[in-house]
């Protein structure tokens, strides 16, 4: 708890609680120190130095401050950062001298250092209290000697004309001591509370770029390259480089960096302008800005697919990227997996041929598109198919439609792309200026296909030429390719004595 009410407090409140138990301890140290006190006293009195003062004195001297200084440490494991803490430590000073004076040890410079000790603890407050209860004890301390001291001056004085003689110069002295001591106080700590604030400025900066070195590390190790590029300083340094060396960037004269030089050579020809107005150094920050990313992918002729990436550090008021992070990574696995997951989307399961999501794709670019006189549509529809499932089971019928797929995949080839686009339906797309032979060529096909369930196969194909529909619509083109398809299905229906479909 005590914790997370520090994490609460500013910089400078903590510093003061972490000083509050170095000076706790100091004090500490001292009252331990002071019970020397009772034995120094007694050695003067050995040697004739004190006169007045007695051995008991010296004794008790040293067992209060045993007592006050165990007290005080007992406070001080308890409740290090309190206040408390430190005010019983020159409260017992205080009480020490308010002894001594009582027992005729003149000590007279010393109640003025003891609130001065406050002055560490750097509360402008807490000092003027401790000058309040010093000035208070050293009262009581000058009522008590008075009547003794006002002895030596005759009948001529009383101990109330002593005490406010002797008290009235110790008030104008506090008086002093308090002004001066206040001034200083205030002024250390309005200093230490201003150094206390830049020193976190610093170190959260530090920290800051201590975060940001961690994370470019980290980005070394998962790009192939990472280069820091800082327009402030027009610089470029490789985060590869063990060195960190840095390399002058010339705006003027200078289009790439050193990496993507490096990088250019091995470029896809077809791709190497793109690569290059990409990675032009000269517009880099006006594309970056109010952007926090821009990336772009190109091919390398030795490790494949890569990609390029500009990414904002660090920018000004006006969003223009002012450091910037050019990472470089291979991402030709990606690529692949992509294509794959493309493929599985576009392709029929049972056929492996393209589906009918990758036909209406397909066919959508011939709607934007004036078509040529080579295109051709050939449409294709398994005869049987029902037969076969009725009759002998699903398997039989799935044999029927990979016979089918397989027949027209060989027959086209890479000349085209066939689709499945139904159960027993298929599409060919094709540039050819001899559509006949290739459905010849499918028939045939067809015609020498034996199953495991089946002996035979038997496909009705038809299909439609630009050429023979001049300014026809692809959905005009496809209708032909249809009714060309249909025509036939009708003849084998008709020559094998099949009355409807089945």
């Known amino acids: 708890m005590e914790n997370e009410e ?4 500013s910089s400078y409140d903590r510093f003061l609680l972490e000083n509050r138990v170095r000076i706790n301890t100091y004090l500490n140290i001292s009252l331990w120190c002071f019970i020397a006190t009772g034995p120094a006293i007694a050695l003067g009195i050995e040697i004739g130095f004190f006169t007045d003062i007695s051995f008991t004195t010296c004794f008790i001297i040293s067992i209060a ?26 409260l017992g000073l205080n009480l020490l001298l308010v002894y001594m004076t009582y027992s005729r040890v003149s000590i007279c410079l010393t109640w003025f250092l003891v609130p001065l000790l406050s002055i560490l603890l750097c509360l402008p407050w807490f000092y003027l209290l401790s000058v309040a209860v010093n ?20 009948d001529k004085t009383t101990p109330v004309e002593y005490f406010l003689e002797t008290f009235g110069g110790y008030t104008i002295e506090t008086v002093i001591v308090g002004i001066s001591g206040y001034a200083l106080v ?8 201003e150094l206390t604030h830049k020193y976190r400025e610093a170190m959260d900066r530090e920290a800051l770029i201590a975060q940001r070195m961690d994370i470019l590390d980290s980005m070394a190790e998962i790009y192939d390259d990472v280069n820091l590029i800082n327009f402030n300083h027009g610089t470029e340094t490789s985060l590869r480089d063990e060195n960190l060396t840095e390399h002058e960037l010339d705006l003027v004269n200078q289009t790439h960096t ?36 821009i990336s772009a992918d190109f091919i390398h002729i030795l490790k494949g697919w890569f990609r390029a990436q500009y990414i904002t550090a660090e920018a000004d008021q006006n ?77 039989a019928g799935d044999e029927l439609i990979k016979g089918a797929a397989d027949c027209l995949a060989s027959t086209v080839g890479n000349r085209g792309k066939a689709y499945r686009t139904g159960g027993d339906e298929f599409l060919v797309i094709i540039r050819t200026d001899k559509p006949d032979e290739l459905c010849d060529k499918i028939r045939k096909k067809t015609a020498e296909w034996h199953g495991m369930y089946l002996d035979k196969m038997s496909m009705s194909v038809g299909f439609a030429a630009y050429r023979d529909h001049p300014g026809a619509s692809i959905n005009e083109i496809e209708k032909a390719a249809d009714d060309s398809m249909y025509a036939e299905k009708a003849r084998y229906y008709k020559e094998n004595g099949i009355e409807r479909r089945r």
């Open 135 to 154: 000035y208070a004890l050293m009262a009581l301390a000058v009522w008590l000697i008075s009547p003794y001291n006002c002895s030596f001056y005759g």
């Open 258 to 293: 050193q990496m993507n030089q490096k990088i250019r050579p091995f470029i896809m020809p077809d791709q190497t302008q793109d690569f290059l107005n990409f990675t032009n150094i000269k517009t880099v920050q006006l594309r970056l800005t109010n952007k926090k990313i």
């Open 65 to 90: 401050m045993f007592v006050l200084s165990s007290i005080h440490f007992i406070l001080l494991k308890k409740y290090p950062r309190s206040l408390v803490t430190s005010m019983f430590a020159l």
């Open 319 to 395: 969003g223009v990227p002012r450091i910037v992070i050019y990472t470089v990574r291979n991402i030709d696995e990606e690529k692949r997996r992509e294509e794959h997951l493309i493929r599985i989307s576009m392709t029929d399961e049972l056929t492996r041929l393209y589906n009918r999501r990758c036909y209406e794709e397909d066919i959508a670019k011939y709607r934007e598109e004036p078509l040529e006189d080579d295109f051709v549509l050939i449409s294709i529809d398994v005869n049987g198919l029902k037969t076969a499932n009725d009759n002998l089971g699903h398997a």
């Open 6 to 9: 520090k994490e609460r407090l």
């Open 186 to 193: 205030s002024k250390a700590s309005s200093l230490l509370k």
